[in-house]
């Protein structure tokens, strides 16, 4: 199946300061990438969804001006967590859309964010 | 709006015994089904999906599920049980034209014992 990393897969940071996560689909071309977060226990939270070459579109309650969304490239999505502070940890996780089936959605393996 | 029900929040089964794990979705349109498993500090894996044709529709290590229109369900089910197979098991849904957007249902623990 279609591979999706991301990295990194985890980071400590203080509060106040701003984290990047990256998510690439490895062996496929992907225009659109999604950016979840996930609760201990508790599902999947959609936060935007990432179209390559034009701006995303953040689901209700989520700050654009928070969760910065990039999407560079066919293969690369990365979401900036600007001044982030304890209540954003939380873990991150991204996934993409194969384009030859575009049905699904395949995920990368999460980042831990824990914000001190 | 859609909508996934996974109306049991831990599903304990013995190894080797058949596993069904139960997702009840409600979607205006028709539905593009999916089931991911989680592994602990991990992401989704896929698993298998429902988008048209057969009923029954098999998937990875075992798995498979079964479309009930009229039921509005697509239970996860495997014939015997592993161990491995213990992690936590999602069920998704989305709707053609639906942009996309994956709706999760609130994640069903499965553990195998021996």
């Known amino acids: 199946g279609a591979v999706v990393s991301q990295h990194p897969s985890w980071v400590i940071c203080k509060s106040g300061t701003s984290v990047k996560i990256e998510c690439r689909s490895l062996?496929?071309?992907?225009?659109?990438m999604f950016w979840y977060r996930q609760f201990p226990k508790q599902s999947l939270m959609l936060m935007a969804t990432?179209?390559?070459?034009?701006?995303?579109?953040?689901e209700q309650g989520v700050e654009k001006d928070k969760f910065l969304i990039n999407h560079a490239s066919l293969t690369l999505s990365t979401l900036t967590v600007t001044s982030a502070h304890p209540e954003d940890s939380s873990f991150y996780i991204c996934?993409?859309?194969?384009?030859?089936?575009?049905?699904?959605?395949?995920f990368g393996p999460g980042t831990r964010l824990l914000v001190l | 709006a859609q909508s996934v029900a996974q109306p049991e929040d831990q599903v304990n089964v013995a190894e080797g015994n058949p596993l069904t794990v139960k997702c009840t979705y409600s979607?205006?349109?028709?539905?593009?089904l999916f089931w991911y498993v989680q592994y602990p500090n991990r992401g989704l894996q896929f698993l298998l999906k429902?988008?048209?044709?057969?009923?029954l529709v098999k998937g990875s290590y075992g798995f498979e599920a079964e479309f009930n229109k009229s039921q509005t369900s697509f239970h996860l089910k495997k014939p015997s049980a592993l161990v491995s197979d213990s992690a936590l098991y999602f069920c998704?849904?989305?709707?053609?034209?639906?942009?996309?957007?994956?709706?999760f249902g609130t994640g069903t623990q499965l553990k195998v014992e021996l």
């Open positions: 062996d496929f071309q992907a225009t659109t």
């Open positions: 996934s993409a859309r194969v384009i030859s089936v575009q049905e699904t959605q395949y």
């Open positions: 998704a849904v989305r709707v053609t034209g639906g942009g996309n957007k994956l709706t």
């Open positions: 979607v205006s349109g028709n539905p593009y």
């Open positions: 429902y988008i048209t044709g057969d009923n």
């Open positions: 990432s179209n390559e070459g034009s701006k995303a579109t953040y």
